[in-house]
């Protein structure tokens, strides 16, 4: 049995569903992402573990105990709120110090304690300031050390970063993750940023209007999203409709506008529509006739470490991402040949939605 | 933000000195030795001053608004601050008429309350009461101590509450250690406003008050009335003082733009 266990969830507001048949295991131990485009219902669903929101339907189970109607300062589980929620009108060791208290430890006791949180977050010298006085980086490492000084069993985190400029977001996720290792806490964290969620998660569940629809490693549910959703919302994808139209037990062949492509997904049928999916960086420009396709480059964007290119061909306009070898990069307007291998092709059945949701995150 | 300019600085210090010259002068004829209220005075005295602490009509009557003003701004204070946060925080049935009730003595004359006040007085047989006088003059001041702790209680962050729980706090400790020290600059502030609004109050006063009870005000009318010597200026130099400490420890603890322009 699972540390953490979430049963066929359901939370109702009225006629609207939130979180619909939610069921998710997390291991002692274990980091696991709720990622998804807001109003996903994973908010929610992190407040129904902390007891903040009851569930209409389910159950839900910490260390083999039933916990879903349980009062949420019964159940001592150390949340970071995306705002910080620190006190305003306590001192960095007093804010540390409040569970502490709440949980009746020794006075002796609890002054060792909150140091040793302050010290676990790097705030030593900071005890006696107000958050007021503080960055927020700062206050976010308050909150966490607030959260974990009580030592709970699960560690509820919600968009801890998003409040941090870019640069202090990217430090903090490694440090998180770095803190999460060494003090061993089961960490559940809720986040729409995909690259938050990738570099720090054991695993990633992405939420989609209420419901899960992947549980993975994050590279696999990268290399391998189940739906068109997924592939689209994280990270870059070209994706390309087309028509079965031979199949065979390894692999089918797949036409792309009259262009034959052979893909190795198993258990297609001939005639089906089915919509290809393949990642820019799958994607190798070559000599104008040595690939599988030509085109033009339409417009080509230098991003540092990597060039990513708007290639105009016979499919409509596809993107490839190319690290930065430091050779002379293809010219705007030269014809260019695109190749890739056919392992790097997935297959969501069934059409192409319409064009992407405007509100979903890109990120490079 | 923009400067004015000389033709706006000017009208701006008229109307400053409209406003400011007759407490000045009060304040000025109230240090007069002589006998009537003239402005210049030929010395410097504290004689007037010297009458009022040795009038015992009005040493009664200070005292009388001094625990009227407070008790009813600590009582209007213990409503409020739970009929505020039942009103921010929850959807009840009756909701916004509780809400209107609470801040209707803010559009009803003090001249009607009076009456209305005296009419009930006399029906419940309580005349004279101080007990009475303290719960009209919570009517009075409730609304502007509901005004600022609503505001204080709408930018107030849930999920610091929220913290407190998940930390293991229960409900009261939550209120006690959280939520209060949280919004504590608008009951301060509420409790002050209320204080100044007690002290001054005139109108339905005049109406309720018997012998024993009359404030400070009142007293003043009635003296008033009956003759003018410096010793009203005395008194009002008073009422000027504490009511601007009382104005000055607001602005102090909650800042004053704040309650006049409505800036959280």
């Known amino acids: ?364 | 933000m923009t400067r004015n300019g000389p033709v706006a600085l000017f009208f701006h210090a008229l109307v400053v000195i409209f406003m400011l010259a007759p407490l000045v002068i009060v304040c000025l004829v109230a240090f007069t030795p002589e006998n009537t209220l003239s402005l210049p005075t030929r010395g410097f005295s504290l004689r007037w001053f010297q009458a009022v602490f040795h009038h015992p009509d009005f040493v009664q009557s200070f005292w009388n608004s001094l625990w009227l003003a407070v008790l009813s701004a600590t009582l209007a204070v213990a409503l409020a601050v739970p009929a505020s946060l039942a009103i921010t925080r929850w959807e009840f049935p009756g909701r916004g008429f509780l809400n209107a009730l609470f801040l209707s003595p803010l559009i009803i004359p003090h001249l009607v309350l009076g009456v209305a006040m005296l009419r009930l007085f006399a029906v419940v047989g309580a005349a004279g009461s101080f007990g009475w006088l303290v719960a009209a003059h919570m009517v009075i001041v409730t609304p502007y101590v509901m005004r600022l702790l609503i505001a204080a209680i709408s930018g107030f962050d849930r999920s610091v509450e929220q913290a407190a729980f998940s930390l293991g706090a229960s409900e009261a400790t939550v209120f006690r250690r959280v939520t209060l020290p949280m919004i504590l600059p608008g009951v301060t502030g509420g409790w002050l406003i209320a204080f100044i609004n007690s002290f001054d109050e005139l109108t339905m006063s005049i109406f309720i008050t018997s012998p024993s009870t009359v404030t400070l005000p009142v007293r003043m009318y009635m003296y008033a009335t009956e003759s003018i010597d410096p010793m009203m200026a005395a008194v009002s130099a008073l009422i000027i003082g504490i009511t601007a400490v009382a104005v000055l420890l607001l602005d102090r603890v909650y800042g004053l733009d704040r309650i006049l322009v409505g800036q959280h």
């Not at chain 1, 295991?25 to 696991?32: L, R, T």
């Not at chain 1, 900071?126 to 960055?135: T, V």
């Not at chain 1, 993750?177 to 992405?206: C, L, N, P, W, Y």
């Not at chain 1, 000599?287 to 016979?314: E, K, M, N």
Request: hydrophobic fraction near 40%.
């Open chain 1, 1 to 364: 049995m699972s540390f953490l266990e979430l049963k066929n969830i359901t939370k109702r507001y009225g006629p609207l569903t939130a979180v619909g048949d939610v069921s998710l295991s997390v291991e002692k131990g274990e980091f696991v992402s709720l990622l998804g485009p807001s109003g996903c219902g994973k908010t929610t669903t992190l407040q129904m573990i902390a007891g903040f929101v009851e569930p209409s339907v389910g159950t839900i189970r910490l260390d083999g105990r039933d916990i879903t109607r349980a009062k949420a300062n019964s159940r001592g589980l150390g949340i970071v709120f995306q705002s910080y929620a620190l006190f305003p009108h306590m001192t960095v060791f007093d804010n540390v110090s409040f569970g502490l208290e709440m949980q009746r430890v020794p006075k002796g006791e609890r002054k060792p304690r909150v140091e040793e949180a302050l010290s676990l977050v790097h705030l030593s010298p900071y005890a006696k300031r107000y958050p007021r006085e503080l960055s927020g980086g700062q206050r976010q490492r308050v909150a966490l050390a607030r959260a974990l000084v009580i030592r709970p069993p699960v560690l509820l985190l919600d968009e801890p970063l998003s409040n941090l400029d870019a640069k202090l977001r990217e430090a903090m996720q490694f440090e998180l993750r770095e803190i999460q290792r060494k003090v061993g806490t089961t960490t559940v964290m809720v986040t729409h940023d995909q690259a938050e969620a990738f570099s720090i998660s054991d695993r990633v569940v992405v939420m989609e209007a209420g419901r899960i629809t992947q549980i993975d490693q994050p590279y696999r549910i990268y290399e391998h999203p189940e739906t068109e959703f997924i592939s689209r919302f994280v990270g870059k994808t070209n994706l390309l409709p087309g028509k079965v139209v031979t199949a065979t037990g390894a692999g089918a062949t797949v036409s792309l506008a009259g262009i034959s492509v052979p893909v190795e997904t198993a258990g297609l049928s001939v005639g089906e529509t089915v919509t290809l999916c393949i990642r820019p960086e799958k994607l190798h420009l070559t000599a104008p006739a040595g690939g599988l396709l030509t085109g033009r480059v339409a417009d080509r964007f230098f991003l540092g470490s990597q060039w990513l290119y708007h290639i105009d061909g016979p499919l409509g306009t596809l993107m490839v991402v190319t690290p930065n070898d430091g050779s002379t990069p293809a010219e705007q307007g030269a014809p260019v040949g695109l190749d890739w291998s056919p392992s790097v092709v997935r297959v969501h059945r069934g059409a192409m939605a319409e064009a992407p949701d405007v509100a979903l995150e890109v990120t490079g």
